[in-house]
Each structure stands twice: as structure tokens, then as C-alpha cells.
């Protein structure tokens, strides 16, 4: 009920404040388990993923967001759990693949961080790892306007236009039940990011004024 009303709340305010703009949203399972696969421009790519689709979402925050007892209580409430930051938090693994296996979707970004510029970064292997664990598909999707509305750093956002493109959910299952090693998880992980890639070299978001990486 929490949930579905600031969502709805939000949603009014994304439609004036940052003119948000869904494309191939219909791409989303409209139910089990799936994993949303962005690029990761701004602080605020949740918040508006949340915002833009139908289905409740499931979100790893950091774990000093829930420190105070209010912010904490509503970042739960919003279906966030908290992850610690420069180590492997067996503890919130263990709930990302516990909420997959429920049947929710869930976002994860393969840069792990907070692009510092808005271009893609390195990735790292933990949303390939937890969809391997999972065994559920990865729907890779690129974010472009949300570094402009508020960048890396910068405390108050900014009016600006927000573009989501959905691609494709990616099965790996021939993966499932099988021992994968460092090097599967890497092949994963490029399937991810090269299909974020062409996201966002997409016409659509060329369209947007969008300088493509």
C-alpha cells in the first residue's frame, strides 16, 4: 500500500519535473523473476526505474542510507535493503536472490557504481553472479538524461528529460545447475553490457538528443 502510493505520487511529479519517457517498456516480464540491467549515470536511476514501470521494484542501496532509523524505515518500505560498499556482502546476496527466486524484479548495475561522468564504466560481475544463482533472465535497459537532472556529487536535481529503453531479457540458463567459473561470469557480463551498448546507440535515443557512447 506504502509502495503504491509514492509511486503514484512519483510518477506525477516525474511527468512534469523530468518529462519521463518509457520506450519497448511492454519488454518487462509481467511476471517472475527478472533482473533490470542498466547503465548507472545517477543516484537517482532507482528512483525513476521505480517510477517508470508497472511491476514493484526490488533495490540494493548502501547501507549508510539506512543508518538513520526514519530514512531507513522508508527506504524498506520502498522495498530497498541495504549493501555494504568495497566488500562481498554475502548478507545481501542472499536477499537479492532470495526476492529473484520470489518472483520480483529486481535492479542491479553490472558498473556497480555510480558513473563519475555519465559513460559507461568497467563492469564488475555480481549481476551476472546473482542471475546465475537465481536462474532467472537479465533485461538490460540504458538511462540517458538522468546525470543531467542530478550527477554524481550534486545534491539538488535539476528539471531535465529522462529517456528509459528496455531491451530484451537474456536467458543464460545453460548456465543453471552446471560449475561456472570466473571466466563464464565475465562472458556474462559483456553479453549485458554489449546489449546496454546498443541500447543506447539506439536511433530512439539518438532521437533524444543524446551524444551516443
Not at 530514512?71 to 526476492?99: Q, T
Not at 546489449?195 to 546507440?201: A, R, S, T
Amino acid at each position: 500500500m506504502f509502495y503504491s502510493i509514492v509511486h503514484i505520487i512519483l510518477k506525477i511529479v516525474a511527468a512534469v519535473y523530468i518529462r519521463l519517457q518509457t520506450i519497448d517498456i511492454e519488454n518487462i516480464p509481467k511476471q517472475g523473476g527478472v533482473i533490470l540491467a542498466p547503465n548507472h549515470p545517477s543516484d537517482l536511476d532507482s528512483f525513476i526505474l521505480g517510477i517508470a514501470i508497472t511491476r514493484q521494484l526490488h533495490t540494493m542501496g548502501k547501507e549508510e542510507l539506512f543508518r538513520r532509523r526514519f530514512a531507513g524505515f522508508i527506504f524498506r518500505k520502498l522495498n530497498a535493503f541495504p549493501v555494504k560498499r568495497g566488500a562481498i556482502d554475502r548478507e545481501s546476496i542472499r536477499i537479492a536472490i532470495g526476492v529473484l527466486k520470489d518472483g520480483h524484479v529486481i535492479d542491479m548495475y553490472p558498473e556497480g557504481t555510480v558513473s563519475n561522468d555519465g559513460f559507461l564504466q568497467e563492469p564488475r560481475l555480481g549481476t551476472a553472479f546473482i542471475a546465475l544463482q537465481a536462474k532467472v533472465p537479465v533485461l538490460p535497459a540504458a538511462i540517458i538524461g538522468t546525470f543531467n537532472v542530478m550527477s554524481k556529487g550534486q545534491r539538488f536535481p535539476r528539471p531535465h528529460k529522462v529517456v528509459i529503453k528496455f531491451g530484451r531479457p537474456l536467458y543464460f540458463d545453460e548456465y543453471y545447475d552446471k560449475p561456472y567459473n570466473k571466466e563464464i561470469l565475465k562472458f556474462v557480463t559483456m553479453q549485458i553490457m554489449n546489449e546496454i551498448k546498443v541500447l543506447l546507440n539506439s536511433d530512439e535515443l539518438e532521437e533524444a538528443n543524446y551524444v551516443s557512447i
